[in-house]
T-cell receptor
Framework: ETGVTQTPRHLVMGMTNKKSLKCEQH?????MYWYKQSAKKPLELMFV???????ENNSVPSRFSPECPNSSHLFLHLHTLQPEDSALYLC??????????FGPGTRLTVL | GDSVTQMEGPVTLSEEAFLTINCTYT??????LFWYVQYPGEGLQLLLK?????DKGSNKGFEATYRKETTSFHLEKGSVQVSDSAVYFC??????????FGAGTTVTVRA
């Protein structure tokens, strides 16, 4: 049990659908992250939130829209995705300067 | 900027063999260093960490020593098991909210 949960674990969606990924942590951490992990590619940091404020957006396309309503919850809203967006989306949380704790990921398939 | 370079895989070993995965880093400050492991179908888990020079992190039979003079943090295990088959990531944190990850090394242990 890592303390970081993600739902759903698997998601299949069409290119015209709108869906959301959810991440939750109850570790008392102040920072939360979204990563994209594609086959045969390095782990890509997408967004960083620190005390609910977005501090990093690594040139992520606008079809990915993050939301952090509080320090324990993080969402990734998806709309009009492309097949190349199919990947494992990982959420993580941490305290500043400390190790990140990862959730199990959401396996996303875009048809 | 900060970066991590780890040996490319894949690495295939027999059970009870000795495993080494090389990792070197570039950082402007005095980073903390981490090894994460990702088992098939799961998110990343922290395997071990070291926060200052000459520290040795250890867990589950794995060890890594923070070598400032060679800017390295090589992962070793003396006798691997089939259950050690996974992807291993070296990472550093320069006391901010971000981790810099290596590309990952896939390890397969055969019975």
């Amino acid at each position: 049990e890592t303390g970081v949960t993600q739902t759903p674990r698997h998601l299949v969606m069409g290119m015209t659908n709108k869906k959301s990924l959810k991440c939750e942590q109850h570790l008392g951490h102040n920072a939360m992250y979204w990563y994209k992990q594609s086959a045969k590619k390095p782990l890509e940091l997408m967004f960083v939130y620190n005390f609910k404020e977005q501090t990093e957006n690594n040139s992520v396309p606008s079809r990915f829209s993050p939301e952090c309503p509080n320090s324990s919850h993080l969402f990734l809203h998806l709309h009009t995705l492309q097949p190349e967006d199919s990947a494992l989306y990982l959420c993580a949380s941490s305290l500043q300067g400390s190790e990140q704790f990862f959730g199990p990921g959401t396996r996303l398939t875009v048809l | 900027g900060d970066s991590v370079t780890q040996m490319e895989g894949p690495v295939t070993l027999s059970e009870e063999a000795f495993l080494t995965i090389n990792c070197t880093y570039t950082a402007t400050g005095y980073p903390s260093l981490f090894w994460y492991v990702q088992y098939p179908g799961e998110g990343l888990q922290l395997l071990l960490k070291a926060t200052k020079a000459d520290d040795k992190g250890s867990n589950k039979g794995f060890e890594a020593t923070y070598r400032k003079e060679t800017t390295s943090f090589h992962l070793e295990k003396g006798s691997v098991q089939v259950s050690d088959s996974a992807v291993y990531f070296c990472a550093l944190s320069d006391n901010d909210y971000k981790l810099s990850f290596g590309a990952g090394t896939t390890v397969t242990v055969r019975a």
